[in-house]
C-alpha cells in the first residue's frame, strides 16, 4: 500500500524549532519529488517546499525562505522539513505529498497525500 | 506572485452537472491540476494534466483549460461529490518559481 505518514507535529512557542518527518512506503521513494504543503485551520492550501528525486532542485514558498530547510533520506525512505524561528502564522495542518515526477518545477501534480501533522506556534 | 481565483462555493442538484471555475492570467499555458478535499481529509488529486484522470477517479470528473480560465466538472453529481476543490499550477513567469494552490470552492450538494 502506498502510503506517507507524518509526524513530529505539536505545540511549540513563537521563535522556536520544529523538525517534521514524513515516512514513505509502498513505492520507489528515490524516483519522486517531495513536498510539504500546509492548511491553517479554515483555510486553503499552500505550498510550503519541494525537494527533487535527487535533492537537486529545491524550492520554498516565500513565506518560509530563510526559516525552513527540507531534506530528504533516500536510504531511509524519509522527508524531513527542519522549521526554525517559527511564527503564529505558520500554525497549520503540514501535509507531505508525492510528486508525479523526479524534479521540482516540472509542472507536477501531487498524487499521495499523507494525513498530516498538526503544528501550533503560540505562547 | 500569480493568482487562481475560484468561485468560494457551487450548489447542485444530485444528477446535476457542477462547473468549478478556476480564473488566472493565462492559465491556458500552464498545466493545471485539481483536488479534492473532504472534511478532515487530506487532499486527493482527481485531475491532473488539464484533464487527465488518475486511475480510481470516476469518468464523471473531467477537466479543460484555456485562455484565462480552467474549468473542473462534475457530471452526474452524487452526495459523496460533496467537498472542497482546489486547482493548481506550476509557476515561473515572475522573478521566483513556486506552485500555486487556488483559493478553493465548496461543492454542496443540494
Known amino acids: 500500500e502506498v502510503q506517507l505518514v507524518e509526524s513530529g507535529g505539536g505545540l511549540v512557542q513563537p521563535g522556536r524549532s520544529l523538525r517534521l518527518s514524513c515516512a514513505a512506503s509502498?513505492?520507489?521513494?528515490?524516483?519522486?519529488?517531495m513536498h510539504w504543503v500546509r492548511q491553517a485551520p479554515g483555510k486553503g492550501l499552500e505550498w510550503v517546499s519541494g525537494?527533487?528525486?535527487?535533492?537537486?532542485?529545491?524550492g520554498y514558498a516565500d513565506s518560509v525562505k530563510g526559516r525552513f530547510t527540507i531534506s530528504r533520506d533516500n536510504a531511509k525512505n524519509s522527508l524531513y522539513l527542519q522549521m526554525n524561528s517559527l511564527r503564529a502564522e505558520d500554525t497549520a495542518l503540514y501535509y507531505c505529498?508525492?510528486?508525479?515526477?523526479?524534479?521540482?518545477?516540472?509542472?507536477?501534480?501531487?498524487?499521495?497525500w499523507g494525513q498530516g501533522t498538526m503544528v501550533t506556534v503560540s505562547s | 506572485s500569480y493568482v487562481l481565483t475560484q468561485p468560494p462555493s457551487v450548489s447542485v442538484a444530485p444528477g446535476k452537472t457542477a462547473r468549478i471555475t478556476c480564473g488566472g492570467n493565462?492559465?491556458?499555458?500552464?498545466?493545471v491540476h485539481w483536488y479534492q478535499q473532504k472534511p478532515g481529509q487530506a487532499p486527493v488529486l482527481v485531475i491532473y494534466?488539464?484533464?487527465d484522470r488518475p486511475s480510481g477517479i470516476p469518468e464523471r470528473f473531467s477537466g479543460s483549460n484555456s485562455g484565462n480560465t480552467a474549468t473542473l466538472t462534475i457530471s452526474r453529481v452524487e452526495a459523496g461529490d460533496e467537498a472542497d476543490y482546489y486547482c493548481?499550477?506550476?509557476?515561473?513567469?515572475?522573478?521566483?518559481?513556486?506552485?500555486?494552490f487556488g483559493t478553493g470552492t465548496k461543492v454542496t450538494v443540494l
Open positions: 505529498a508525492k510528486d508525479i515526477g523526479r524534479i521540482v518545477g516540472a509542472q507536477g501534480a501531487f498524487d499521495i
Open positions: 509502498g513505492f520507489t521513494f528515490d524516483d519522486y519529488a
Open positions: 525537494i527533487s528525486w535527487n535533492s537537486g532542485s529545491i
Open positions: 493565462n492559465i491556458g499555458s500552464k498545466s
Open positions: 494534466y488539464d484533464s
Open positions: 493548481q499550477v506550476w509557476d515561473s513567469s515572475s522573478d521566483h518559481s513556486f506552485y500555486v
